[in-house]
């Protein structure tokens, strides 16, 4: 039988070393201060597409520093220094969603969000999840394009979600099972 979804917790809260990017800076995952919180709301209020959202430095900020049951909050750390932050829901129909993720501009583009996915499908897979989950905004092309290369594909238009003016979309990556290189006799 099937693990339910109230015991797919992969995640701690601990620190993940996640490999490096393409450029050979090391990358990390760890606890968010808020501090780090503060700064990066502010950022990423004026980048879009959080900016065409609306959302306010404040806003942002304090949903950085949340806590909350079931959900993760990572600073992304590339060779050390602040990059951006990662938020997952770890339990979520059948598997993890990625509720939010946000690189800096100078860490874009380098293989970290790539990074960032492999990371998150290895630990919904060592929970045995079925899914992976995320939204991501219609204007976001570039972001579209990558999870779409990752392997998600979109389930869904969501019309009003996040702000009237504005379309998320559903997207999905069905995680089937690995098969074992040596079955069982």
């Not at 339990?91 to 860490?107: E, N, Q, T």
């Not at 874009?108 to 790539?114: D, E, I, K, N, Y």
């Not at 379309?167 to 089937?176: A, D, H, I, Q, V």
Request: proline content about 5%; glycine content about 10%; some cysteine.
């Amino acid at each position: 039988m099937a693990p339910s979804t109230e015991t797919l917790r992969p995640f701690h809260r601990g620190a993940y070393h996640i490999g490096t990017d393409r450029m050979g800076a090391s990358l990390s995952l760890d606890a968010l201060t808020p501090d780090e919180a503060a700064e990066l709301g502010k950022s990423f209020a004026a980048m879009d597409p959080w900016l065409s959202y609306g959302l306010s430095a404040a806003a942002l900020g304090a949903f950085f520093s949340r806590v909350e049951p079931d959900v993760v909050r990572y600073a992304i750390r590339r060779g050390g220094v602040l990059a951006g932050v990662v938020i997952v829901r770890t339990v979520w129909l059948h598997g993890p969603y990625l509720w939010f993720v946000g690189l800096l501009d100078a860490h874009q583009s380098c293989g970290t969000g790539a990074n960032i996915l492999a990371w998150l499908e290895g630990e919904a897979r060592t929970a045995g999840a079925r899914n992976l989950w995320l939204c991501v905004s219609e204007i976001n092309t570039r972001a579209r394009a990558v999870y779409e290369h990752k392997g998600f594909r979109l389930v869904g238009d969501l019309d009003g979600l996040t702000a009237d003016h504005m379309t998320e979309l559903l997207m999905r990556k069905r995680l089937l099972p690995v098969a074992s290189p040596n079955p069982p006799a």
